[in-house]
């Protein structure tokens, strides 16, 4: 509800501020050195998907665009929720589209292959070249051509509590057969031993991809959904049975705050779940409950009681996690080409770089990876990174998001449903969305 | 979407009439010419205004008709357009349109999902109507049979449940029937020999379904209480009174009386209420925010949304609009033009 109240706050600033927008310099330059005095005092918009980005980054992004241009740079964030929709809408528009926008990478294809966003490819070498993240780069390609760029990558790792697993005198597991067992084994009446809502397809799909299954492949040029594939169906077995045995979650709760489970509950002084598995930034917000300045309750993390572990592959190892993060790209319906690039180089810097990293986001030039720091999450950020994939680089794949259809499927598959028969037919459903 | 029928311009203008009536042809042979002329001007200075008169509804309905067309009119010939072409994310992008005939429609018609949203919304709203207009109708006997202060408290609890945005009370709504904290939960657990610690509502689709008629009905009730009230207070004392003294019992007099005089207000509720039921779409979006956003859980507000903005298959959206409107001038239909016999009669 926070989120969804937040998203129309900031809907409505949205359309404030556009409301009060200049359009700027409409003269088109492909010289990238003529950019800036081109340029000069236009104001522009970022959109930024969730909180994932900290203000002093978006701070640091304002100032020195301010300072290269003497424009303003308006920041405007869109809930990961509502996102799609508001693309869709917004982006064409050239009176109300953001001049540089944030996306899921996996969305990358879907606005790429429709002509949504500007050629960059001129900017490559400049912004990074071979040393940027090539998984995200390769997602926003269209026919050889730059267009989107990647912007964060973040991993998926387990988050667990030492104390109790020390209580039960279980190890550590090292592989997804002992997960299971582990698992199973702390679960009680009111505590998950392993956490995942049964719709919590981001994090299910690690179970296909380590069991060697894909979500879609293709298949004489055409995508092709295969969550039926042997492979696959084994994948999703052992997810349903894990649910079965180990997760108190609803069959119908998605991936929204998974966190909360591991904290301490207010009421009861104990947690909901002995083991997570959360994005890489989770650790923000999981900890010992302390009273902030302002009253309220915030958390403080604390090595005797929480930990972390890379979410193990069948034989060992790092199972490959969902590899989430986002791209980002220069809206080709924008009438600010030119300051958009300026802020593109800004957003491509060293020292903007380096600062992703120091907060926990994985950097899109690789380069700089080290000011993530060698403490425990960034040691676990980068195992799990290793090993992760991406959802399919299909056209229509951000429709097969938006369609809920992979919570829907997930969900029935928790509830118990036949997996093989659930399968065939949500692949039927979704390979007519693939295409776009 | 058609403009309001407007009254014939060439009606017989009653002030010319009156100049030919016997009365006025008598009353002119005693009068100077002055006078004639005078009434002569005074006649004419009256028609005009008359005209005028008449003319002015004309002029005072065409604002609200232009914000009809442009507001309502444009959007569903769009909405036409669209559900007759091939539209999706390339489409909204700027390329082309191909015109596929209805085939947006076929697809729709051929898809077992469609066919259980619609059901499941048609059922949905009819009960949640039906039950809306039994509380509605028992609150307005009860705010008719007490005494001021205690209506005046009804009235002003139905009054703020009626004006409170969805958004709060749909959070409110959310956290009373939260598996873990919410009180509903709490309180039935408390009930001896019943378990319902941590029972999730959301769940199985028939209680989340449950659960938004709960909703939805709450939020309805005012405005159907209100409306039945209006209208009882408009039976005649007399008639209540005669059938007192002719023996009649409470029961009775609301079977054979009461309700009989008020059946116009309680159609023309009802079919207000059929439709916003079967148009909800907030109450039950918000509520799938708390549970869970898959098919099972859909009204065909959310379906469309979700084929739309979701999919982005605007082309279908538009096609499952279309036959939503087609349903809904088919239920009010058949319910105006019962409303309009009745009216003859």
Not at chain 1, 50 to 63: C, K
């Amino acid at each position: 509800m926070k989120k969804k109240l937040s998203a129309v706050a900031a809907a409505t600033a949205a359309a404030l501020v556009l409301a009060g927008c200049t359009s700027g310099d409409t003269n088109e330059s492909v010289d990238p050195s003529e950019d800036a005095s081109a340029a000069a005092g236009a104001n522009i918009t970022l959109w930024l998907m969730g909180g994932d980005t900290p203000e002093a980054l978006r701070e640091y992004l304002r100032t020195e665009y301010a300072d290269a241009t003497g424009g303003t740079l308006t920041i405007e964030e869109q809930g990961w929720g509502d996102a799609l929709s508001s693309l869709t809408t917004a982006l064409p528009d050239s009176d109300n589209t953001p001049d540089v926008v944030e996306i899921g990478n996996t969305w990358s294809p879907t606005f790429t292959t429709v002509g949504a966003f500007s050629d960059i490819s001129d900017m490559y070498q400049e912004l990074g070249g071979d040393s940027l993240l090539q998984s995200f780069v390769e997602v926003g390609k269209v026919d050889g051509a730059n267009y989107a760029m990647p912007y964060y990558f973040g991993s998926r790792y387990n988050f667990y509590r030492k104390d109790i697993y020390e209580a039960a005198g279980v190890a550590v597991p090292t592989t997804l057969g002992e997960f299971s067992e582990a698992a199973a084994a702390l679960t009680t009446s009111s505590m998950s031993g392993f956490y995942i809502g049964g719709s919590d397809w981001r994090n299910g799909i690690s179970w296909i991809f380590a069991n060697g299954g894909e979500l879609a492949e293709v298949q004489d040029g055409q995508w092709v959904s295969t969550l039926s594939s042997p492979n696959s169906v084994k994948g999703l077995e052992m997810l349903q049975d894990l649910y079965s045995t180990s997760s108190l979650a609803p069959a119908t709760e998605s991936d929204s705050t998974p966190w909360v489970n591991i904290n301490d509950n207010e009421s009861t002084g104990a947690p909901e779940a002995a083991t997570i598995i959360a994005p890489s930034w989770a650790s923000c917000c999981i900890g010992d409950p302390i009273e902030l300045e302002d009253g309220g309750v915030g958390t403080q993390w604390n090595d005797d009681v929480f930990g972390v572990f890379v979410l193990p592959g069948v034989n060992g190892g790092a199972a490959p996690v969902f590899a989430g993060g986002s791209n980002i790209a220069i809206s080709a319906a924008s009438k600010n080409q030119e300051a958009a690039r300026v802020l593109m180089r800004i957003i491509f810097s060293e020292t903007y770089q380096t600062m992703l990293a120091e907060n926990g986001l994985g950097p899109a030039n690789l380069d700089y990876t080290a000011a993530l720091g060698d403490n425990q999450f960034a040691a676990a950020l980068i195992a799990s990174a290793a090993d992760s994939k991406l959802t399919p680089a299909a056209p229509g794949w951000a429709a097969v998001e938006g369609s809920g259809l992979l919570e829907e499927f997930f969900g029935k598959v928790a509830a118990g449903g036949d997996v093989a028969t659930l399968a065939a037919e949500y692949d039927a459903l979704i390979n007519p969305l693939l295409n776009g | 979407m058609s403009s309001p029928v407007l009254p014939p311009q060439r009606t017989p203008e009653p002030a010319a009439v009156a100049d030919w009536s016997p009365v006025a042809r008598g009353s002119h042979v005693n009068q100077t010419p002055e006078q004639r002329e005078a009434a002569v001007k005074a006649a004419a200075a009256a028609r005009r205004s008359k005209r005028r008169a008449r003319l002015l509804p004309h002029w005072l309905v065409i604002p609200a008709v232009a914000i009809l067309a442009v507001g309502t009119g444009y959007p569903t010939l769009w909405q036409l357009w669209t559900s007759l072409h091939e539209y999706g994310l390339r489409q909204q992008f700027g390329q082309p349109a191909p015109f596929v005939w209805f085939a947006n429609y076929t697809q729709l018609l051929s898809d077992s999902q469609f066919w259980a949203v619609l059901i499941r919304s048609l059922v949905f709203c009819f009960v949640a109507a039906s039950i809306t207009l039994l509380i509605g109708i028992a609150f307005a006997v009860l705010m008719s049979h007490v005494g001021k202060g205690p209506r005046l408290t009804l009235q002003i609890a139905l009054l703020l449940a009626w004006s409170m945005p969805i958004v709060a009370s749909m959070t409110v709504w959310t956290w009373l029937f939260d598996r873990r904290r919410g009180v509903v939960n709490y309180v039935l657990d408390m009930i001896p020999g019943v378990a319902m610690n941590r029972y999730n509502w959301l769940e199985d689709p028939l209680s989340f379904f449950a659960v938004a008629a709960i909703i939805v009905i709450w939020m309805s009730v005012p405005f159907v209480a209100f409306s039945i009230y209006a209208g009882l207070t408009q039976i005649p004392e007399e008639v209540m009174e005669a059938s007192a003294l002719d023996g009649a019992s409470g029961s009775q007099r609301l079977r054979l009386i009461i309700l009989p005089m008020i059946k116009p207000v309680i159609a023309i509720v009802m079919l207000l209420q059929v439709i916003w039921d079967l148009r909800v779409f907030a109450q039950i979006r918000l509520l799938q925010d708390a549970g869970s956003s898959a098919t099972d859980y859909d009204l065909l507000g959310t379906y469309i949304f979700k084929l739309g903005t979701g999919a982005q298959n605007f082309a279908g959206a538009s096609a499952a609009s279309v036959m939503v409107l087609l349903i809904t001038i088919t239920i009010s239909w058949w319910y105006v033009r019962k409303l309009l016999r009745e009216d003859a009669s």
